[in-house]
């Protein structure tokens, strides 16, 4: 009987435990949903809604004074004077667009420029100020702008058929970040030499273009390429980098003025897993780069037709002139013949993230908008080679474009030169990269299973892309950890335009299964002798290959 009490009283106290022990559990989960649930709406209060929470004398000055300042007493004063400021500025805008508007000029038209010019009766908007930290020389100050003005823009354009049109620039909205730097300081009135003022950011600029008196789309062609004009003229007159100069003090300030720093050399190799925007077959892709979005600054890659992995392999060299803000930008197209190219994917890259004078490997996702903080859309990468030379290196570290060095990185054009013949003295001289590259096939690590049996008898195929040039290893049986430790060597007639490509097989009775492959440039193996990497495969679910590349250069050049 006592046995039997026992083991009831057992049962109880053992349900009441894990009761309570439910209970426990229940409680702290429920006050851990309440406790993240308070934070995340402290994640999301505003300044308005701690407004609500303290009362102004108890409100932290670091919190009231935040970085970006509000201007409502610049707006009130701006207001006042903006009849004068329209009268002072509208002369001086036009004689400084004017010349560019011109240089911009489309072909279509035989002459362009302004009638009248005035900025209108609706001053701007400074939304916010700050003050950017780190100029040991001067002050740099950013001003928030927001402008949806009325002013009187007519544009006297007349076209190569003879017809003269009147166009009135309307509808104007504006919003961005215009920066204004005090510099160099001086102890003297008023403590600063100079002013440069430019566009720092280029937010929003919508207008649109109207004929007086009539229609411009009557004229095909005309509303875009005036379109594209205003806007290279605002890209190249006032935005960053480009800065214009106030002298307020006697001085020289020549230094303050844009001027080129250096050059950017890419490579664009590659592209991996674009978008397909056509219905029948795949997608065109080409590429547009550039720094600075203009128009003779924009490089434009070839076309590579039906293909959502081109390989491109081009160079191109764009001007830089301030490396610490400016960005490289990749753009993907597909090309679409005669209509306008649809967007595949778009990329960036800090030129502030490039060691000078050090050739950068990278893969960059694809993204819709450069402006889009997410994008969870598989687009595809980008594969480039990126190197930052600055002008005026020879103390700072081996600049790999000097005539002495054993081989350039990129394509390199020489415009001087002693040669046998005097007639060709001033002729350009492109470098030629001829060699012999050494590749050692050593082992790969961890391939995909290809056989029944879980296993693969895997070997691999070296092709010189340019030329064609093949060579395989031997075949290893029944091994997902193959080791082949064979080398092979490789004429190369231009190394700075050819790649190797390593494709790896499975070998079977009656043929062979594709597992990955790996494409590489010859620019790091030119620029270090010899290199020993480990590469993932490509287009595999896992599996890597060991190579050692050595290369033993023989340049020469061809004159052109």
Not at 80 to 96: G, H, R, T
Not at 133 to 151: H, K, Q, S, V, Y
Not at 379 to 396: D, I, M, N, Q
Not at 527 to 539: A, T, V
Request: glycine share 6%; proline share 5%.
């Amino acid at each position: 009987m006592s046995f039997v009490s026992g083991l009831v009283i057992g049962v109880l106290v053992g349900i009441a435990l894990i009761v309570l022990f439910v209970r426990s559990e229940n409680a702290r989960s429920a006050r851990r949903s309440a406790l993240a649930t308070t934070i995340a709406a402290f994640a999301r209060m505003t300044v308005e809604d701690s407004k609500k929470l303290l009362a102004p004398e108890y409100y932290p000055s670091w919190v009231v004074f935040s970085q970006r300042q509000k201007l409502n007493w610049l707006n009130a004063h701006l207001t006042k004077i903006w009849p004068y400021v329209d009268e002072a500025a509208s002369e001086l805008i036009k004689a400084n667009v004017e010349p560019i508007l011109e240089q911009y000029r489309p072909l279509v038209l035989s002459s362009l420029s302004f009638s009248k010019f005035t900025l209108g009766t609706v001053a701007p908007q400074f939304t916010g100020v700050s003050i950017i930290e780190g100029g040991d020389e001067g002050i740099t100050m950013e001003l928030e702008m927001n402008w949806d003005g009325n002013p009187s823009i007519i544009l006297d354009i007349k076209t190569r058929l003879g017809v003269g049109l009147p166009v009135q620039v309307k509808n104007i909205a504006f919003t961005g970040v215009f920066r204004l730097i005090f510099k160099p300081l001086v102890p003297e009135f008023p403590c600063f030499g100079a002013v440069s003022f430019s566009l720092r950011h280029k937010k929003q600029m919508d207008f649109t273009l109207k004929v007086v008196g009539g229609d411009i789309s009557a004229i095909p062609g005309v509303a875009d390429a005036l379109e594209t004009t205003i806007r290279d003229a605002v890209e190249d007159s006032i935005t960053w980098p480009v800065r214009k100069v106030i002298p307020i003090l006697p001085g020289d300030y020549s230094d303050l003025e844009l001027k080129p720093v250096g050059t950017l050399e890419v490579k664009l190799v590659q592209a991996q897993g674009l978008t397909n925007k056509d219905i029948i077959g795949k997608s065109d892709p080409f590429a547009e780069l550039h720094i600075r979005p203009l128009r003779n600054r924009t490089k434009i890659s070839k076309v590579i037709n039906n293909d959502l992995n081109p390989i491109w392999n081009e160079h191109f060299e764009f001007v830089v002139e301030d490396v610490s803000t400016q960005h490289l930008t990749v753009k993907i197209y597909d090309d679409e013949g005669l209509q306008a190219a649809e967007l595949l994917g778009c990329a960036q890259v800090q030129l502030s993230q490039l060691e000078p004078g050090k050739v950068k490997d990278v893969w960059i996702k694809l993204v819709k908008d450069l402006d889009l903080q997410r994008d969870t859309k598989d687009r595809g990468k980008v594969h480039l080679e990126l190197l930052y030379c600055p002008y005026g290196v020879e103390s700072g570290f081996t600049n790999p474009f000097t005539s002495n060095y054993t081989m350039t990185s990129l394509e390199k054009v020489l415009k001087s030169g002693d040669t046998e013949n005097g007639d060709l003295g001033n002729k350009k001289r492109t470098v030629i990269i001829r060699g012999v590259l050494s590749v050692t096939v050593i082992s790969a690590e961890d391939l995909p299973p290809t056989d029944l049996l879980g296993k693969a008898d895997p070997f691999v195929v070296l092709t010189m892309k340019k030329t064609g040039m093949k060579n395989s290893t031997r075949v290893v049986n029944e091994n997902l950890n193959p080791v082949w430790n064979q080398t092979f060597d490789f004429v190369v007639e231009d190394g700075l335009h050819d790649m190797l490509m390593v494709e790896v097989y499975d070998h079977d009775t009656f043929g062979k299964d594709y597992m990955g492959r790996c494409i590489l440039t010859l620019t790091r193996v030119i620029l270090e002798g010899e290199y020993k990497d480990c590469f993932p495969l490509d287009g595999a679910k896992s599996g890597k290959l060991n190579l050692n590349l050595k290369w033993m250069p023989q340049p020469i050049y061809r004159d052109s």
